[in-house]
């Protein structure tokens, strides 16, 4: 079965620094992935998505992640975080056979400070 | 706007009761989808659809139903209300069933007592 590890429940940086949040994926064949952003009491916003190709991603709001398949890992990244970035962070993964059932990691929430 | 929406947004039930969480979206998406989110326990597949007429089981479906008699509309049904049924519950779709993604509604916050 396919799931997803997200191994920082909580991550705090400052404004301005850079930030990488983990994701490691278990999945048989290539997997899509996924990276979804949940500010509070919103829904989640797709930030961006891998299926094929360049596995260097770029998606919304300056995020990027790259896919590793040896190291089973989609990890996101941004360079310089704004304090309006502070939200939860979900990792997915979804299947290419039939219907995407789409797994959901647990979550990182993250803070920003000053 | 385009989009998922949801209704309520809030409710309280009372064990034993039942009720009907709506779900409407206006892109034309053929998949639909019904998550719950729990802390510590992300989002968990409740119920899905792949078109209108067609819906399957996820990975936590009892205690609720569901029903997709056109595009549109998605509701999911809780048959008798349940503490453990205390969640957020989200709706989703998409448009093709791998690469797009989901847009997500703004969630039914459920309480129950």
């Known amino acids: 079965a396919q799931s997803v590890t997200q191994p920082d429940i909580h991550i705090t940086v400052s404004e301005g620094a850079s930030l990488e949040l983990r994701c490691n994926y278990s999945y048989g064949a290539t997997p899509y992935l996924f990276w979804y952003v949940q500010s509070p009491g919103q829904g989640l916003q797709l930030l961006l998505k891998y299926f094929s190709g360049d596995t260097l991603v770029q998606g919304i709001k300056g995020f990027e992640a790259e896919f590793k398949r040896s190291q089973s890992s989609f990890n996101l990244r941004k360079p310089s975080v704004h304090w309006s970035d502070a939200a939860e962070y979900f990792c997915?993964?979804?299947?290419?056979?039939?219907?995407?059932?789409?797994?959901f990691g647990t979550g990182t929430k993250l803070q920003v400070i000053p | 706007n385009a989009g998922v929406t949801q209704t309520p947004k809030f409710q309280v039930l009372k064990t034993g009761q039942s009720m009907t969480l709506q779900c409407a979206q206006d892109m034309n998406h053929e998949y639909m989808s019904w998550y719950r989110q729990d802390p510590g326990m992300g989002l968990r597949l409740i119920h899905y659809?792949?078109?209108?007429?067609?819906?399957d089981q996820g990975e936590v479906p009892n205690g609720y139903n569901v029903s997709r008699s056109t595009t549109e509309d998605f509701p999911l049904r809780l048959l008798s209300a349940a503490p453990s049924q205390t969640s957020v519950y989200f709706c989703?779709?998409?448009?093709?069933?791998?690469?797009?993604?989901?847009?997500f509604g703004s969630g039914t916050r459920l309480t129950v007592v």
């Open positions: 989703a779709s998409s448009y093709s069933d791998r690469e797009d993604g989901y847009t």
């Open positions: 997915a993964v979804g299947g290419s056979w039939g219907y995407q059932k789409v797994t």
């Open positions: 659809s792949v078109g209108a007429g067609i819906t």
